[in-house]
C-alpha cells in the first residue's frame, strides 16, 4: 500500500467520480481505477458501489477515508514539523472560512500575507464553524476564520470581531424614512428570516425575538443565507435582519436600521492548532489578530 493510492482514493472519495478524481490528481482515469482496484484487492473489501450514473462510498470506504485523511494530514505535518526545524519557510496556507462573514476581514489578512510572503501559496474553502475545527484537528487547515470557541486541546482561538445585526428594510419601505424603529412597527411588515439545515445561534436569538413579540406569523419568506435575505429585502418582498457587513455591498438597495430592543451581535476570530508549525511560526496568527476591529 502506497501513499499515492491513498491520495488517489481519497481523490475519488471527495469527488464521488473517477473522471474529476483523475483530472485531480492529474493521471490518466484507467490508472487511477486500476490503483482504487489494487487497494480493494488488498483490503479484501469493497470501496466503492459503483453504477453507470453514481459512484458511491461503502461503509468500509467511509470508515477508509476518514483513516486516510489522518495519515495523509500527518504525512504533510511531519514535512511542515521538519521544514520548520530546518529554518524552511512555509510554502503553503489552507485557510478555512465562515464566508460570507469574512468579508470584512479576509481580503486584509489575504493582501498582507501577500506583501511579507508574496511566494507562499494560498488556499480558501468555505464551511461552517464545526467543518473548520475538524480541519484544523487533522491538518486539513491551517487557520480558520470562525464563530467564537474555547481553547480545547491543541485548539487555539482569538477573537477578532463583533458584528452586529440591524434590521434590512428596502429603501422604498416606510420604515426606512423612520429615525426611530421599535419592535412594535414590524407587525405590520412581512419578515423575512433564516432557514438552515442546522439552526444556528443566530436563528435562535431571533427565533426567540419573533416568538415573545408575537410576530412569528409575520415570517413570509426564509432562506439559507445573507445574500439571499438581502435580495429579497431589495426585491421589497419583506424586512429581516443581516449582519452589518452587508452595509458594505455593492449597488445595494436596501437600507440598515437599528431597532430598539434587538441588541444581537456576534463574534469572529481566528483558530489555529498549536501542533501546527505553518500556523504558529511566521507571524501568521499574528497578522490575523491585527485585523481586530473594536466593538461598536
Known sequence: MELRQLSYFVAVAEELHFGRAAAKVRIAQPALSNHVQALEREL????????????????????????????????????????AVAGKTIRQIRIGTVYPATTGVLPGFLAKIARKYPDIRIHISSGNTGDIIRGLENGQINLGFIRPVENIGSLRFSSIAHERYLLAVARTNRL????????????????????????SYTERYFNEKFEEYDLTGNIAYSCDDTYSLVSLVSAGLGIGFAPEWTEGLPNRAFELKAVRGIDFRIGLGVAWNKEDPTASRDDIVDIARSLARPAS
Open 176 to 199: 426606512a424614512r423612520q429615525a426611530e424603529i421599535a419592535i412594535d412597527d414590524l407587525r405590520g411588515e412581512k419578515i423575512i428570516a433564516f432557514n438552515r439545515k442546522n439552526l
Open 44 to 83: 479484501g473489501c469493497a470501496l466503492f458501489i459503483r453504477s453507470t450514473r453514481r459512484v458511491e462510498l461503502t461503509r468500509a470506504g467511509e470508515i477508509f477515508h476518514e483513516r486516510c485523511i489522518g495519515i495523509l494530514s500527518e504525512v504533510d505535518l511531519s514535512a511542515e514539523i521538519t521544514r
